[in-house]
């Protein structure tokens, strides 16, 4: 890290046939929030900066945008050159807090660098896990009341759900769908039993499910 405090990556052993130059001064309010900005077609990248309880969504994104740049065969290894493995290594310094810099400052490639930051967060990531597999049986216990309303029991259920996919697990549509037509009282059972011979679940989506169990529920008042 040089005096102006714009981090320098390490240059790799081997053969080094780059020029280098890093004559790029940086922008102090930028790297604070860090904000790489990278002009590809007209479209500005804004690297995510990696916090205490965001490593799962941290990596997705970062992967998105080095895939946009090109550079993201250098975490998994297969660095087409070295300055492909400098540039994602720059990204990867870019978008983690000083204090986690000074921990990867030294790692010579990308994917060491990568990896050191999934082994610094595995701590976390088992948490989240954990906490997946407690919402998970949640939501296959979660049933409707009689006297519930669709609406009600439909808003418990995606926010399980949104809580689920926000700790980085992917869940389907139609696992929504189903949960939402076998968790209802006896007294839908005729229009699942329609849904279902003469619809593809499969195709259906939650707001439109939701809106059918809706429909149903208030023909049936009276």
Not at 6 to 20: E, F, L, M
Not at 58 to 69: D, G
Not at 90 to 101: G, L, N, S
Not at 163 to 169: A, M, N, V, Y
Request: charged share 25%; net charge negative.
């Amino acid at each position: 890290m040089s005096s102006e405090g714009v981090y320098t990556p390490p240059r790799r052993r081997g053969n080094g046939s780059g020029n280098g130059g890093d004559g790029d001064n940086g922008g102090q309010g930028s790297r604070e929030l860090a904000v790489q900005q990278v002009k590809e077609a007209g479209v500005t990248l804004r690297y995510p900066m990696l916090g205490e309880n965001n490593y799962g969504v941290w990596a997705v994104k970062m992967k998105i945008f080095m895939c946009a740049q090109g550079v993201w065969a250098a975490v998994e290894g297969n660095a087409a050159d070295e300055k492909m493995d400098q540039m994602a290594l720059a990204a990867i310094v870019q978008a983690v807090p000083e204090a986690m810099v000074m921990a990867i400052s030294q790692k010579q490639t990308a994917k060491e660098a990568w990896d050191a930051l999934k082994q610094m967060n595995m701590g976390e990531e088992r948490v989240k896990k954990a906490r997946v597999q407690t919402l998970k049986r949640e939501l296959d216990g979660m049933y409707m009341g009689n006297s519930e309303k669709i609406n009600d029991f439909a808003l418990k259920v995606t926010t399980i759900v949104n809580e689920i996919r926000s700790l980085g697990t992917k869940v389907e549509e139609t696992t929504i769908v189903e949960k939402l037509l076998h968790s209802v009282p006896d007294k839908f059972r005729s229009l699942i039993s329609t849904i279902e011979q003469w619809g593809d679940v499969s195709e259906m989506t939650v707001t439109e499910t939701i809106g059918r169990l809706w429909a149903f529920e208030e023909s049936s008042k009276g």
